[in-house]
């Protein structure tokens, strides 16, 4: 399983565009990226997740580049209540195992 | 909101008791998986299981001892608990989407104090 590596921290503020970066040098040919988030005392909850370029949703957007050995999640407008933990998980459908790794703490201010 | 259940929520109980934490999931998921995770830690892996008949050890050493007897159930069981096993205990399930990704669903948790 590729080892990923996040800032511990951030700070932003309500109304900015926050950009989480996880690097994941040993990503595999089949892996995926998927990004969870967590508040606290609850289970962390599905984000979304990219193979390769750019992915977008409802909640927020992923940008893979080509060598695929980072990638960003970008959260646009964030407000107090994306305080949260967010983490980056890399694997395939094959490996069964989901890793967490330690996180990046959002904290969004006013 | 995911099908995904685990009780109790919470539970204090004394060293040496024999405890199981229940969880159940709804959506037919074959994969399944227990975390632990302290006040303001990561998560950590301590069981999963592929599907009936199929469990793992995660990468977190732990004293407890799973079961996958049936699809939708997947219990955690201390045999005697000791304060070191005071945590919340997260359980999962995932399923393969379209496009080839595994989302994973969690319970709310159940927070355990031995005392």
């Known amino acids: 399983l590729a080892k990923t590596t996040q800032p511990i921290s951030m700070d932003s503020y309500e109304g900015q565009e926050v950009n989480i970066t996880c690097s994941h040098n040993?990503?595999?040919?089949?892996?995926?990226i998927t990004w969870y988030q967590q508040f606290p005392s609850q289970g962390p909850r599905f984000i979304i997740q990219g193979y390769k370029t750019k992915v977008t949703n409802e909640v927020a957007s992923l940008f893979i580049p080509a060598d695929r050995k980072s990638s960003t999640l970008s959260l646009p407008r964030v407000s107090l209540s994306d305080t949260a933990v967010y983490y980056c998980?890399?694997?395939?459908?094959?490996?069964?195992?989901?890793?967490f790794g330690q996180g990046t703490t959002l904290q969004v201010k006013p | 909101e995911a099908d995904i259940y685990q009780t109790p929520r919470y539970l204090v109980i004394g060293t040496g008791k024999k405890i199981t934490l229940e969880c159940s999931q709804t959506m037919g998921h074959d994969k399944m998986y227990w975390y632990q995770q302290d006040p303001g830690m990561e998560l950590h892996l301590i069981h999963y299981?592929?599907?009936?008949?199929?469990?793992e050890k995660g990468d977190l050493s732990s004293e407890s001892t799973v079961s996958r007897i049936r699809t939708e159930h997947f219990p955690l069981t201390l045999e005697s608990a000791r304060p070191s096993h005071t945590s919340q205990y997260l359980c999962?399930?995932?399923?393969?989407?379209?496009?080839?990704?595994?989302?994973?669903?969690f319970g709310q948790g159940t927070r355990l104090t031995v005392v």
């Open positions: 299981s592929y599907g009936v008949n199929s469990t």
């Open positions: 998980l890399v694997g395939s459908s094959n490996t069964g195992k989901l890793i």
């Open positions: 040993n990503i595999a040919t089949n892996d995926y």
């Open positions: 999962a399930s995932s399923e393969l989407g379209t496009g080839g990704y595994t989302e994973a669903f």
